[in-house]
């Protein structure tokens, strides 16, 4: 069954996902009334990394919600949310500098994050086939079916295990470049790494989560 006594192998991940929700939420609004010196907006600051990187030609979009900001290598272009375009914070500048990082990544054919892309169409049919598959095979009692199942599901994994060293080497970008182009003083800098650093660690999260399902998922094949 899935919702057996193996579900306890989930919970530790399940409180770190909670945790670092929570962190990222309080310290992103603890950074975004943190006014910058300049006064550069998101907007402002993903156009001039990306225009002195070569890339003039990829737009920067409004997308509704909060931190639903992300560049979309498909359509090189870049969306986001209201608070980050339009907000002159310290948290609004980092997390535009990190999105033009992935711009940056995408430019250079960053390998993990060409990887990532290429197997996208994968795990968006693993991710829901892989537990219509489980079922199916736990309701036939077919331990063929049942690791089938799973081994779709470990290209979930696959994907959130790559995503790490593709958000770190973001983020490391879009420090170094707040940095080096003066665009964020010292203080500041500190601010936006530690907003960055936050967010991070959503992905180590998720990361972690989908290894330890695959954990308890080979459990549950073998006793099938």
């Given at each position: 069954m899935l919702f057996d006594g193996s579900f306890v192998l989930l919970i530790p991940a399940i409180i770190i996902s909670f945790w670092t929700q929570a962190k990222i939420k309080s310290t992103f609004d603890k950074y975004s009334k943190i006014r910058n010196t300049k006064g550069y907006t998101g907007a402002d600051?993903?156009?001039?990394?990306?225009?002195?990187?070569?890339?003039?030609?990829?737009?920067?979009?409004?997308?509704?919600?909060?931190?639903?900001?992300?560049?979309?290598?498909?359509k090189r272009v870049m969306?986001?949310?209201?608070?980050?375009?339009?907000?002159?914070?310290?948290?609004?500048i980092g997390v535009a500098a990190h999105e033009s990082g992935h711009a940056i990544q995408h430019k250079e054919h960053y390998s993990p994050l060409e990887i990532r892309n290429s197997i996208v169409p994968v795990v968006n049919f693993s991710s829901n086939a892989s537990w219509i598959i489980l079922m199916l095979g736990m309701f036939l009692s077919s331990p063929y079916i049942v690791r089938f199942g799973v081994l779709l599901f470990t290209a979930v994994v696959v994907f959130q295990i790559i995503t790490l060293p593709?958000?770190?080497?973001?983020?490391?970008?879009?420090?170094?470049?707040?940095?080096?182009?003066?665009?964020?003083y010292s203080e500041e800098l500190k601010g936006a790494k530690k907003v960055l650093d936050a967010a991070a660690?959503?992905?180590?999260?998720?990361?972690?989560?989908?290894?330890?399902?695959?954990?308890?998922l080979i459990g549950i094949s073998r006793r099938e």
């Amino acid at each position: 069954m899935l919702f057996d006594g193996s579900f306890v192998l989930l919970i530790p991940a399940i409180i770190i996902s909670f945790w670092t929700q929570a962190k990222i939420k309080s310290t992103f609004d603890k950074y975004s009334k943190i006014r910058n010196t300049k006064g550069y907006t998101g907007a402002d600051v993903a156009r001039i990394i990306l225009d002195s990187n070569g890339l003039n030609y990829v737009p920067i979009e409004v997308i509704g919600g909060k931190l639903t900001d992300h560049y979309d290598p498909a359509k090189r272009v870049m969306r986001l949310s209201p608070e980050v375009f339009h907000g002159n914070s310290v948290a609004s500048i980092g997390v535009a500098a990190h999105e033009s990082g992935h711009a940056i990544q995408h430019k250079e054919h960053y390998s993990p994050l060409e990887i990532r892309n290429s197997i996208v169409p994968v795990v968006n049919f693993s991710s829901n086939a892989s537990w219509i598959i489980l079922m199916l095979g736990m309701f036939l009692s077919s331990p063929y079916i049942v690791r089938f199942g799973v081994l779709l599901f470990t290209a979930v994994v696959v994907f959130q295990i790559i995503t790490l060293p593709v958000e770190f080497n973001a983020s490391n970008r879009a420090i170094k470049i707040l940095e080096d182009r003066n665009i964020l003083y010292s203080e500041e800098l500190k601010g936006a790494k530690k907003v960055l650093d936050a967010a991070a660690l959503t992905y180590v999260a998720a990361a972690l989560m989908a290894i330890s399902q695959l954990i308890r998922l080979i459990g549950i094949s073998r006793r099938e």
